[in-house]
């Protein structure tokens, strides 16, 4: 698909974002209440606020377009254009008061990810990604999106949202990732995503994804000249086993995907 072709897509995605940021940030640092899903994972008022009013907004601009949500499931699952949307990526981190969530917004065709957008309500940095083109980068706060160079594990920056996250992990190569880089950091959630692709993070290695988890990450993390992956190296698909694997300089997808392995 070219630009021109993404661009009134493009369209709409700012327009979710945008109303989405009304919604959410005035909910930071405030006492909202917090309520725990069968999961034990936290939702708020700002989560299902905000995606109501992005499927508004699709219902009224692209009635024939699918779209999954975290909060409010699937419509329309026959269409071959759908939006993925989760309007809080991090609530942990948002319910604490902390600036390390965003909104993802993704659009797939035929179940490849063609669109993606992360952005900060609090810090108001927004990344954009269409396939094919150079990650975009909008913040007050300077910064430009491209990943950074790094040839080798042992220089390598890695990070992860949490160690519960990996309580979900489907073998223990990520314990031989961490023994191999030079530094682990936790926290993020899709934030530390934005990082990489800004030549602040070199790997993330998690698990227990779900689609609307990584959608909107794969032509930001790719448009800024990095790669996006399962822990084995195959592309991230709704049926996968939920693990993802990010590297910044491409050349350490290989030896990362190696550490990743299963021990024998």
């Known amino acids: 698909m070219t630009v021109d072709d993404l661009t009134p897509f493009l369209n709409v995605a700012t327009m979710m974002a945008d109303a989405a940021r009304c919604v959410v940030r005035p909910w930071f640092r405030s006492s909202l209440a917090v309520i725990d899903k069968a999961d034990q994972s936290p939702v708020t008022l700002a989560d299902r606020t905000a995606e109501r009013v992005m499927r508004a907004i699709l219902a009224e601009r692209l009635p024939d377009h699918g779209v999954f949500g975290e909060e409010f499931g699937l419509e329309n699952e026959s269409a071959s254009y759908r939006w993925l949307l989760d309007p809080v990526d991090g609530t942990r981190s948002f319910v604490t008061g902390r600036p390390m969530f ?25 990344w954009i ?73 070199d790997i993330i290695a998690e698990c227990d994804m779900n689609p609307w988890d990584w959608a909107a990450l794969v032509p930001i993390v790719e448009g800024a000249g990095g790669r996006i992956t399962a822990w084995n190296g195959s592309p991230l698909h709704a049926d996968g086993d939920r693990t993802v694997l990010a590297v910044g300089d491409i050349s350490l997808h290989a030896e990362a995907v190696r550490a990743l392995a299963p021990s024998p």
Do not use: N
Request: aromatic share 6%; glycine share 14%; hydrophobic share 35%.
């Open 129 to 201: 990604g269409l396939a094919g083109q150079p990650t975009r980068f909008i913040s007050p706060l300077g910064g430009q999106a491209g990943t950074r160079a790094c040839k080798e594990l042992a220089q390598a920056e890695l990070s992860c949202t949490s160690p519960e996250m990996l309580e979900s992990a489907p073998h223990d190569g990520w314990k031989t990732l961490k023994k191999r880089v030079k530094r682990m950091t936790w926290g993020g959630d899709c934030y530390a995503y934005g990082l990489l692709a800004l030549g602040q993070i």
């Open 102 to 126: 965003g909104t993802l917004i993704a659009l797939l065709k035929d179940g490849v990810p063609v669109l993606g957008m992360i952005d900060q309500p609090v810090t108001q940095e927004r």
